[in-house]
């Protein structure tokens, strides 16, 4: 067990359980990933350690790399000898996800990597050359930035025979904002709040996430009521987004019956939601210590009747889709992305667990209160997008079951805890499974409670990559469609 | 088919009437004070995120359900800017969103109406201004109407437009 080694010199880190760390050198640096990924394991992220936008690290450059494997998390951070310029070795051949996570880190501290792909990417200054693909009659599409729906931007160049998708490559960055430089101007007992706002869709996980490294990292454990009110957000965030993932998939696929059903479901959970916490969508709920306010036993009886009134259409309109010929003939074999691919690429969440691959935090390393209401992993082997369909339907239900035995369980006591301003580097590592997937939230202390460091990941970063795959051989009609059941994150990897 | 007739006529018609028009969300008057006149009873809208964290599209993708029926307002979004009246725009102004909002401000056809959605729209919110972004859509193209909210509401998106159409 080469993995091993590691493991054996690796030190507690503090946040989500069972997170270890370890520094190394650049030889070690690429064998770590060699041996990860031998073993199976995947990358969650890659960063570095300044964020700075478009200024040059003055101190303390390192690159870290956070890996899940059987035994829990690894995170390796690698620093440079004194001498610059430096280049550390990349790892996009093992991981192959690990390219743009490396070019982003270049844009943002100047931390280089051998890839000779060195074209920036959240940094849009120069204009940005695409691959080409040559052949007889092939010819290109330009999309994007600005879309013709109601969604985030980013461009799309797909090179096309006739209607048939030869290659698509993705251009993103449009929304970078420089969130990780904006996280060092807030006190760290403040930063939960953009935390939330990095993919407001996943508001809930990432300021969990957060939450989780901060309090591992004042040595506090939340009042188990707190954890169990969390994961009742945590699970109305993934219902709410697979409800309205299913409408618009069903209205992709020409089925506008489903749109209007599924949104009317969403907004019902919404607003029982609103009801019982005040927010139609939990921003600002999940904060250091626990939650920001607690839920009467009247409050959580109503909200579980609402779950289980929309759960019970959702079965209803899950025959309807089932029996519709229209809606399965699209989605059917559309946008198949082989598991043997998915675990190559190193996909993650939903779209990973819809081509076979079987991992979901809250079941490989579960955090309080999933240990004690244990969740049921949803699996599809397919990898199309009624694979990811399925998925959907399976994960609502899955949740609707978890909101109900959370909702009627809720143990008493406090719903949050004070939580002291951590040390001077102090470094601490949050992950929770989202809607879409897992999210890291990697996070170190300045001194006098400011934060000297945040990188919050999105695993859209790691699924953007295997869109591209999934496109290849379809139709170019058919892609707002593959792209829907994917649904990824633009905000959460432009940072 | 037959499931799906009956979950049609079990559901009903459930659109909630329009809220009123909110003057205090005005920031701007126009000087052409006529785009209701010109436009008579239909509307359409072309949305922009210039730089969200995503939380404003939801709201304004709910516009479309049943309790809110936008369409049976005679509102709808359209693909292009060409084919547009108003301007929904969410988030701040990023810097590599910049050129696009002013493009698609651009290719706009007069008159047009702008409504900045959501506190980062408003004032720069949480995101803020920094090196990567310019802060508040104000800063950037003229704004009439101001939504504030993190996220505001469907309901309150909703008055915003229709306030951005009264003048
Ligand atoms: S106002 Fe709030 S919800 Fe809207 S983009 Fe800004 S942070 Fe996100």
Known sequence: ?495 | MLKTLRKIASVGLISEPAPAPDELLRVRRAADATIAAVLGRALCIRHVDAGSCNGCELEIQALGNPYYNLEGHNIRFVASPRHADLLLVTGPVVRNMETALRRTYAATPDPKRVVAVGDCGCAGGILGECPASLGRVANVIPVDVEVPGCPPSPARILQGILTAIQG
């Not at chain 1, 080409?132 to 290109?140: K, L, N, Q, S």
């Not at chain 1, 904006?182 to 996943?202: E, K, M, Y």
């Not at chain 1, 508001?203 to 169990?228: D, F, H, K, N």
Request: hydrophobic share 40%; with cysteine; charged share 20%.
């Open chain 1, 1 to 495: 067990m080469p993995l091993r080694r590691w493991w054996d010199r690796a030190q507690p880190v503090t946040g989500a359980p069972h997170v270890r760390g370890l520094g190394v050198g650049a030889e070690e640096w690429l064998q770590v990933a060699r041996d990860v990924a031998a073993a199976g394991g995947v990358l969650h992220a890659l960063w570095a350690s300044c964020a700075a936008t478009g200024e040059r690290c003055a101190h303390e450059r390192a690159v870290y790399g956070a890996y899940q494997t059987d035994g829990g998390v690894l995170v390796v951070e690698l620093t440079p000898p004194d001498e610059a310029p430096w280049i550390y070795p990349g790892i996009e051949d093992i991981f192959p996800a690990a390219a743009r996570m490396q070019r982003s880190a270049h844009d943002l501290s100047g931390a280089r990597s051998s890839d000779p792909d060195v074209r920036p990417w959240l940094n849009h200054d120069r204009p940005y050359e695409f691959v080409r693909v040559d052949g007889e009659g092939v010819h290109e599409i330009a999309v994007g930035p600005v879309h013709a729906g109601t969604i985030e931007p980013g461009h799309f160049r797909f090179s096309v025979v006739g209607e048939k998708v030869l290659k698509l490559e993705e251009r993103l960055g449009y929304t970078h904002k420089g969130l990780e430089q904006r996280f060092t101007a807030l006190p760290i007992l403040q930063g939960h709040r953009l935390a939330a706002r990095v993919s407001g869709d996943s508001a809930v996980a990432y300021s969990w996430a957060y939450c989780q490294a901060l309090e591992g990292m004042s040595g506090r454990t939340i009042p188990p009521r707190a954890a169990w009110l969390r994961a009742v957000c945590l699970e109305l965030e993934r219902l709410a987004n697979h409800l309205g993932d299913l409408g618009a998939l069903g209205n992709d696929a020409g089925f506008a019956f489903g749109l209007t059903q599924f949104s009317r479901l969403k907004e019902d959970l919404l607003r029982a939601t609103a009801a019982a916490f005040g927010r139609r969508y939990l921003f600002d709920i999940v904060v250091p210590g626990g939650l920001a306010s607690d839920l009467s036993a009247e409050a959580a009886r109503a909200l579980a009747d609402v779950v289980r009134a929309v759960c019970a259409e959702t079965v209803e309109l899950r025959d309807i889709y089932d029996e519709h010929e229209g809606v399965r003939d699209r989605f059917t074999g559309t946008g198949r992305l082989e598991p043997e691919r998915a675990a190559r690429l190193g996909v993650v969440g939903l779209v990973g667990r819809a081509s076979g691959q079987a991992r979901d935090v809250r079941v490989d390393l579960p955090d309080a209160p999933y240990t004690e209401v244990p969740v049921t992993m949803v699996v599809q082997h397919g990898g199309d997008v009624a694979s990811r369909v399925a998925m959907r339907f399976g994960e609502a239900h899955e949740s609707g079951r978890l909101l109900t035995s959370l909702l009627s369980g809720l143990p008493h006591g406090a719903h949050a805890a004070e939580v002291g301003v951590p040390a001077d580097g102090a470094f601490g590592v949050g992950l929770i499974e989202g809607w879409r997937g897992p999210v890291l939230v990697a996070l170190q202390a300045g001194p006098s409670g400011s934060i000297r460091r945040c990188h919050p990941h999105d695993p859209s970063w790691q699924n953007w990559p295997a869109l591209e795959h999934a496109i290849m051989g379809n139709i170019v009609p058919d892609f707002p469609l593959i792209n829907k059941s994917f649904n990824l994150s633009y905000s959460g990897v432009d940072l």
